[in-house]
């Protein structure tokens, strides 16, 4: 299972928007709803941003969105922040029931 | 207070075996899935297995497949990954999950609780 593709690094201003794109096949992002995606700042384990495509956990700001069109899934974070710098991460569901994770995102807050 | 505490990672030779554990506390452990998810120095993330709460599904990556094997044990709260062949590309901090369920469904892929991660490196 290859991970899916995403940018290598993205940036913006405070208070713009940015978009993150993931990229798989059919056989993952766009076969399931069941994307997630993950923030991660250095040192630090992983936290659950998005889930089933869209869906905010409890506590995480409503500036993070997610959708998905085909193969493709975004994240989009709006009124970017400087504690939004950080790595992110999507993750699909797989037809072999299993799960692969994107290449990563190094988003900067210039 | 929700957590997950990984341990038993260490320096360990090619071809050589290790044992992780994740102990968990705060939630009943026995009506989630578990998943090990793995990260090499500088790299991404890496799925690398899962174990269902009713513990009839097993799922593993292809990478560590036949190598590894994930067991739990609801009775004492814990999670453990048996690896054995160890190679040099099996060197990462391994990061013990819980993925996110309600009373009535889990929700794929959702991992909302993740321990520490405990460092694996395996050189000669």
């Known amino acids: 299972q290859s991970a899916l593709t995403q940018p290598a690094s993205v940036s913006g201003s405070p208070g713009q928007s940015i978009t993150i794109s993931c990229t798989g096949t059919?056989?993952?992002?766009?076969?399931?709803?069941?994307v997630s995606w993950y923030q991660q700042h250095p040192g630090k384990a992983p936290k659950l941003m998005i889930y089933?495509?869209?869906n905010r956990p409890s506590g995480v700001s409503n500036r993070f969105s997610g959708t998905k069109s085909g193969n493709t899934a975004s994240l989009i974070i709006s009124g970017l922040q400087a504690e939004d710098e950080a790595d992110y991460y999507c993750?699909?569901?797989?037809?072999?029931?299993?799960?692969?994770f994107g290449t990563g995102t190094k988003v900067t807050v210039l | 207070e929700v957590q997950l505490v990984e341990s038993g990672g260490g320096l360990v030779k090619p071809g050589g075996s290790l044992r992780l554990s994740c102990a968990a506390s705060?939630?009943?452990?026995?009506?989630?899935?578990m998943n090990w998810v793995r990260q090499a120095p500088g790299k991404g993330l890496e799925w690398v297995s899962s174990?269902?709460?009713?513990?009839?599904?097993?799922d593993y990556a292809d990478s560590v497949k036949g190598r590894f094997t994930i067991s739990r044990d609801n009775a004492k709260n814990s999670l453990y990954l048996q690896m054995n062949s160890l190679r040099a590309e099996d060197t990462a901090v391994y990061y013990c999950?819980?993925?996110?369920?309600?009373?009535?469904?889990?929700?794929?892929?959702?991992?909302?609780?993740w321990g520490q991660g405990t460092m694996v490196t395996v050189s000669s």
């Open positions: 999950a819980r993925e996110d369920c309600s009373s009535t469904s889990c929700y794929p892929g959702a991992f909302d609780i």
């Open positions: 705060g939630f009943t452990f026995s009506r989630y899935n």
């Open positions: 174990f269902s709460s009713s513990s009839s599904h097993l």
């Open positions: 059919s056989s993952d992002v766009g076969g399931y709803n069941y």
């Open positions: 089933d495509v869209s």
């Open positions: 993750n699909s569901y797989t037809s072999s029931s299993t799960y692969v």
